[in-house]
Each structure stands twice: as C-alpha cells, then as structure tokens.
RNA sequence: GCCUUGGUGGCGGAAUUGGUAGACGCGCUGGAUUCAAAAUCCAGUUCUUUCGGGAGUGUGGGUUCGAUUCCCACCCAAGGUACCA
C-alpha cells in the first residue's frame, strides 16, 4: 500500500480537531511548559513559505515537550489591528474588520492544513474588543501609576499625591518630565484641580506632551523616520514637516536601567540583547554647567549651559563649546556681530532633513556666535560655536569640546583654527585625537595631573560638586515612546477630556468600542480618522458613547482621537493566552500563577527593538503592580533566520538606430559620434535568455549596459539576433543597409524584469509561457532561446509581493503533504540562519517519507537484533540532543540515516519501530499518528512517552583505529576497545604498512589515544 | 566607522569537548528494471595525478604529535546601528 498522505493527512487533521487533542489546561499534576511563536499579522496575501519556519520549530519543540510529560501551552492568535486592513479600507471603503476576518480565516486554513498543535480554543485577536478591552485596562493601570526611584518601582498614584500633600515634591525621587516645577506641601493644597492634575501628568508612566513629529499633510498622519526619504514621504514623495503635536507618550525611559539589567537574566540571542543594549544606548559621566559670560553690552539675566560628557576627566581640555543649531540659547547668546551669520546658518540648518544631517559626516561646519563661557576651573573665556555635529535631540543639545580627545571635535578646531591643547602625558596629538580611555594618563590639568582615566573622572566630579557646577550623571539614549497614531485601525483610548484634561473611563464600562466612520480618511480639519465620527463623546451620568452633538462639557465630553499604535496589544497577549476568555480580569491569578511566563518563544529578529523592548516594559510594570509574577516574560528566545526569495529576471532587449556624424580617436581609443535617434524601440518585445546574453555582457550588474555591434564577440548570436530585430521592430532594408555600410548604428539596451518565480522551474526554465505575468502587457512577446528553453537569471532577496518571489506552502502541501513541508523546512539549514528557498531538495524528504512508510509495512513481535537496538537508541541520543539545541536539520538526517540502516537490517520489529514513530511523530506528526495507529494503538501519539535512550546497546567491543603519520591518515586498524595503550602502539608498530610508511626510519614520537587516535611522527 | 553573525564540494549543509573533513539530502555520471517513460533500486561523485601520491575548510602567520575547531593580523559577505559627546 502506497503512501497517501493526502488522505492521512486530512484524518489525523480532522482527528486533532475533534478531539481537542492539544487543548491545554490550567491544572495539571504534570509540570508546565510554555510554548510560543509570535503571532502574525493577517495580511491579504496569505501565509509564504517563511512563516511557516519558526511555527514548525516552536511545534516540534512543543510536541517534544508533552512527549516528554509536560503539560504543554502552545497557542495561536492574530495580531490584527494594522495600517494595511486600513489602507484597503481607504481605497475600497470596506471595513477593516471585513477585511481582518477575511485574511484571519485564509490564514486559519493555511496554519490548519501544516498540522501545528496549537491550542485554537485560547485563540486571541488583538483587534477583538472584549481582548482589547484589557488593553485599553492596562493603559489607565500605566495613568494611574508613577515611578519612584527610591523603591526603584511603579507605584499608584494616590501614593504621590499623599507625598505631595506632605512635603510637595521636594523630597520626591520620580521619574518625571524636565520641565516640573518645584513646589512645597503649601503650593500643593493651594494650586487648582486642574494645576495638580496637569502636574500629576508630568509624572504619570503614560501622560500628554508636545512631541515633534514627521507630518505628512497630504497623507493626513505622522510618518516614522524610516517612512522618510529625502525629506518627502516614500509613498508618495509628499512633503513632510516637523510639527508638535499633542500626544500620548510611555515612560519607559523609567525602566531603562531595568531593562538593561534584565537582559543578564534571560536566554536571548547575543545580537539582539546587544540591539536592545545600544537602543537603549546607557552612558556614564558628568553633566557640567558652564556660566555664559555676559557680554558688555547686555545686562539681561546670566545664561548656564548645561553639557553631558562621558570624559569628566578631559575638562582642562576644553577649548571650545559646540550648541546645537536648535538649542534655545542660541538666540540668547549670539552677539550683535555674528547675529547675520549664525542666523542664516541656524536656516540653512533647519532645512536640511534630519536624515541628510546624519548621513553627511564628513562636511565640517559651523559658526562662531561671539558669545563666550566661563571654564568652571580655570575661569578662562571659552568661545561657543554652532554646529550641526552636535545634535538637539541626545543629551542637552550641547557639549563641551575636548579637541585632543575627541575625533571630531579634534577635526572642528582644525578646521576652523581653535587652538587644541594636550592634557595627554606623553601623548602626540598632531595627528588625530587620542581617545583610549585605558591608556590614558591626563597631564597638564592643575588637580588633575597624574591621574587615570578613573581616577580623574571621580575627582573630577567631586570638584564640580564643590563648586555645584556638575554631578555624576547616567544618560541613556532612549526616548520615551510616543503612543498616539492619527490611524482609524487601532485600539482606542479609554479616555475622554474634561476642560483639555484627560479622564479615564471605568473599567465597567470598557471596552470602548471602535466607532463606525464614514472614511477612513483623516478630517478636512486635519483630525484623526475617529475625527469622522458623528457618535464619538461620552455622557458621564449615562457612562456610554453618546453622538457628538450632545457635547455639554458638563457630563458630556469629547472623546480621544488618536488610537494606540500596533504594539500596544502585542505587549501583553502572551499573558492574555493563559485565561484568554476571562471577563473579569486580564487573567486570574491562578492562571497566570500556574504558567508563569514562556519557557520558549520563537519570533523573527526585526521586532528587537519594537515589539520585544516594549513587551519586557509592559511586563516589569505588570510585575511592579503584582499582575505579574516574572519581571521578564520569556526566559528563551529563538530568533528564525527568515527565507529569502529567489526571484527570477528576465532581460527584455530593445534597439536605438542612430546616424553616424562622425569618428574620433580618444586615447587611442575610437569613438564615435552619433545623430540623433532615427529608430527606438518602442514596444520591447523580445526577450533574450540568459545564456545568450551573458555571451555578450556582464548580467551581475544591477543594470546592464547598453552596447553596440562591435563588441558583441558571438556572431552566431549576433545573427539570430539581429534577424529577430529586424523582423520584430520594422527595421527597413535602407536602415539595414546602412547599418551593414556602417553609416547608421545600432545600439541594444537591455532591461532586465522580475518574474513570477511560479513560472519558472528548479532549472530556472520558464515552464510556461502563457502565464506568464507580463504577458498580457506584452501581447506578441518574441524570446530568443537557448537549446529551445528561456532560462532565466536568479537572485536571492528577500520574498516579497514586489519582486515576484512569493512561494506559498499551498501548492506544496498538495503535492508531497504537510509532513514533508515540515521536514523540508527545517532540513534547509540551522533555523536561526537566513536562507534563500529552493523546493529543489524536496524530493529527497519526501521519499524519506515514503521509505518510513514502506518499514512499516510488515510489523512482526520478533525480538529485535543488537544492531536494530543500536540504531534505534542511536537514534534516540540524537534527536532528542538535537530537539534540545534546537537543531533541527541535523535530526532529520538522523531519521534518514536510521531508517536506511533500518532498511538495510530488514527490521521488522514493533518493538523498534514502536518508539521510531514517537520519535518521528513531532517533526511529521501525521504519518506518525498514522503509523502509530497501525501499530495497535487507539489513542493519539501526541502524549505516548518519549523513548529512553539506553547506553548499554552502542557500546562497543572494538574500534576502527584511524592510524595516521605526521597527522595525515594512512590506513585504519581495528583493535578491541580495551587494549592498553602500549599493547596498541606494539601492534601498531609491528603491522606491516606502519613499516611501509616508515621505509626504515624511526620514529621521532608515537602518540596513541585510545579509543580515538594513533598518531606516528617521524 | 562601530557591533553582530558568517565564509567548508556543482548546491543546501554535517563534523557538540582540538583527533578519520565533506554525514544527510539535492544535482550529476553510469548501471538495473521497463516496449518506453515515470517511479524504484544499485554503484560512483572535493580537486588533482604519471595511479605511488599530492593539495584541500576565505587569505597570511602562530600554538600543537595533530587545527574547520584555539590565538594574532587581514580579506569578503549578510544583518543591525550611528556625528550618542
């Protein structure tokens, strides 16, 4: 009996179903065992052939798990709220949860038909309201905490207001806006609702500020700095302009220290704790204040400029300050003299995109503003520039310039003749500047002198301190992160505003649904897309959305605009899996106690700063309100590489016929100068394969030149394609004359164009031309062959819709079945490396399969065999060390290897081919389910125990001595295992091709390791 | 520039602690079976060779009896990141 997979596969599919197979409960005698893959984003397009690869992983390791005896969590949902489902809705008017669930059920086939164990009853969509409604709970949760520093941990508000009633926040240690007034318990009972709640706001973990944004009038949003390309939007090419606006932000500069700490505790890849580490960007020093000088002619109040430095240590290398054009001093300082240059620079500045700014290193530029500061030490006048190397938005917008210690504010005093001290012993800086901090020994600095880098720092911050012009300070990189997104698609804020200040409405009456609008659009006034709604306020005695025009701003209020970005749901639905369907709470307790975080989650690498940086947020906020029992949510992460494409380029060759005007000689070189055109190509039909065509030209450059007759070397090819050219393009008997007479000339140009790779085989031939995809735009296309086929020209990129390169795992599954999808993708390679796709291999598992099957066809209670047992427990070793590793290719080998050899012994015993199915059963579960039944069972493999491995069956008696001379392998000897070492090197010796090898010599050495190697050398 | 990862046959990739480099699969070559094809099975397949051997894991050094593996310098590729003071 063949092997059906088609019909196994749908039995054991619909089995699992049935029977809840893989539904997981939250109370078991069993230990626990969290497994989850990232859940997608339902796009129209479907599941690729990528997706699947950190699913089949996250499955395998799953299915291992509850072999294993662990009660196994392994859920699935959909991230659902997005910018595509919307912009759908822009252009078709439908609404974005039509075309959500449309996407979610294509999506739910796909996974279905992969035959993953995922728990489907848990299933979350971030775009659910009765899931997001939890969402929107821990927004007003954030509202209403604060972040004490002391206790170095969230904390309700009412605790910061008891504190302000007490003694103000003079002794409060809060992370908090920079701008907060001082103010005592007195200024506190007398300031007004509306003050104190303004001043709450300064302090609260998600609060209202000004924040400059990218804004895109005729797209009607705020784009991020990646949606920018020279300064106009990359859909589009509209302007963009930097623009405040009020928006909602998350504290999480609160947690940064925090977050770095954490990374020490978990199991994730290096590189992304390291992209975590510079996002968050942690940097040690001093903040110095330096006193402008007031200028004679001014008598305004005296200016401070504040400066963060990480080189406290350098300060009598001052020779110059450095503002940011931006900075708000830089009006206030410049005198009258330099008022006409540093304003025209602070313009020509500002035009420039931040992005241009920042790729161009190397201009050096600046102004002098007349202004000078007063060395905190020395008291010497210190000149302050303008420069756009210093940027406004990291630190305070403004250093202090070390020229000898600092590359680039070592090439700004070169550059504009500041003079550049060396406070460096035995250091030349008349070359660059010198920067190592471990070999420095600073000189020339009064106190100073003498110290290290260390020991200058500290002694440098204490005599600042004294002076009270500095302290030790931590900078960090991070920026809070904005939370308002002017979208339609999005959870909204569960608050309304009374008199501009923000309310939070009752978790009783959450969620607060999405309104129905009539566009998707944003207003005419320029409000967010929920500006549309005519039923958008909220009646405060009613506690219910009420139509706008019932507006009192006595108990009706106008609600938020904005909604919350795309990670907001994804922070915490890894939590929300474990009581998915509970209304009362964002889970139980019990739940959550019994789970506790995620012993393994699988995700590609690009959310590392995103999605992953502000779920460990959320997370430590949960945990410091005691919603959470772990300050980190995972324990191990898998980063899958992902797969790439290979899109397939075809070359269309079109002609130019010009006059020749005339000839010349450059260089020795001929040249020729031509008319204009008297014939283009216009239509471009012909297509040349790439043999032909790389006989005559460079295809590796992206674009590939145009060239004339005379330097195509292949004449046949010339012919056959000329004959095409003048056939196809009209060329008249007169232009082919004058070409062959030299008077006109003709010049192809080559354009080469991606092509649905699903029209073209594994020996990159199109296989038919018909469906081709530019067909229809190029009726009559005419292809110049080679040996009868097209071939094309392969290149590895990453799979997108854009370059034709998309290769779903439908058509793969019908073909050779889930099971062999699933061994196929993890046999690519390691599953944390990038690969490109090529169903090239594919054959190779499937007849695996196939070979798998066929052993199972007779089944005898025959004892098996010392070698059957040495396989199998061979075998066993393996591939549970592999599942362990996460090295999944090399197990699939290993299965091959065991049932060739399985094979090869005949085995026929089920007391072998027993455990080899619940070895196999994780990787390709439903042949294994298949065979398991076929074995005698009734109930599912899915939890039958996983084989123990058991030393005894591979021990050996002997071994194959690989016998080598200076290291090079001569011949192989085989010797029990317990021979001594001298017994072996005696017959070694005493073996004649030993005494060949050595032709009389002696040896210098005989190294023999037993049980691995005997080495001679001489 | 910096950080990270990687570089092994025609291809994807093995070699877990320094001990037989190229497992397994694809592809290719030859053979069997077949009227024929598909499928299946068997054998071979790093390069080179005067058939003794010689060379060989990006390059050049080093440590070692022995290096894909460890150390130093460099080259290349991919990804991330950036006037971060």
Redesign the pocket.
Known sequence: MNYNFREIEAKWQKYWAENETFKASNQSDKPKFYALSMFPYPSGAGLHVGHPLGYIAGDIYARFKRHKGFNVLHPMGYDSFGLPAEQYAIQTGQHPAITTETNINRYREQLDQLGFSFDWSREVRTSDPKYYKWTQWVFIQLFNSWYNKTSDKAEDISTLISLFEQDGNTKVNAACDDDTPVFDAEDWSGFSEKTQQQILLKYRLTYLADTEVNWCPALGTVLANDEIVNGVSERGGHPVIRKKMTQWSMRITAYAQRLLDGLDTIDWP??LK??QT?WI?R?E?ASVTFNVIPTERSDEESHKIEV????PDTIFGVSFMTL?PEHELVAKITTPEQKDEVEAYVEATAKRSERD??A??K?ISGVFTGAYAEHPFTKEPVPIWIG????AS??T?A?MAVPCG?Q?DYDFAKHYNIPIPNIFKGIDISEEAFADKANTIIGNSDFLNGLSYKEATSKAIVELEKLGQGQGKINY?LRDAVFSRQRYWGEPFPVYYVDDMPQMIALEHLPLELPEVEKYLPTETGEPPLGNATDWAWDTEQCTVVSNQLINDSTVFPLELNTMPGWAGSSQYFNRYMDPHNDEAIYSKEAIGYWQDVDLYIGG?EHA?GHLLYSRFWQKFLFDIGIAPKEEFAQKLINQGMILGTSAIVYRVGITIQHKVGEGDVNGKKTIQLGDAIKTSTNNNLYVSKGILSRAINLKSENPPHWGFDEIQDIEFLNELFEKVVQLYGISNEEVDGIMSEKLVLTYNVTPIRLDVNNVNSSDEIISFDKMTFWNEHKGAEFLLEDGKYIVRREVEKMSKRWLNVVNPDAICEEYGADSLRLYEM????LE???PWNT??I???H??L??LWKLYGTLGDSEPSAENLKTLHKTIK?VE??IE?F?F??SV?TF??CV?ELTAQKCTSKSILEPLAILVSPYAPHIAEELWERLGHSESIANAPFPNFEEKYLVESTK?Y?I?F????RF?LELPLDMGKDEIEAVVMAHDKTKEQLQGREPK?I?V?PG??V?I?G
Do not use: C, H, W
Request: no cysteine; net charge positive.
């Open positions: 290096q590189p390291d992209s510079n960007g940097s020093g963060f430095t990480t080189r940011a700014r920042m161009d290193v201009t756009d190397y210093v940027l990291y630190g917008g250093v600092d680039r990189r690498s700063t046999f690519l390679g390691p490396q990038s690969k090239a291999g054959t190779g598992v007849s695996f196939k070979k393996k060390e592999d590793n090295s290719n090399t080998s091959m290897i060739n194959e690989p080598s200076n290291g090079k392998l192989k050495k190294i390791v691995k190697i080495n050398v």
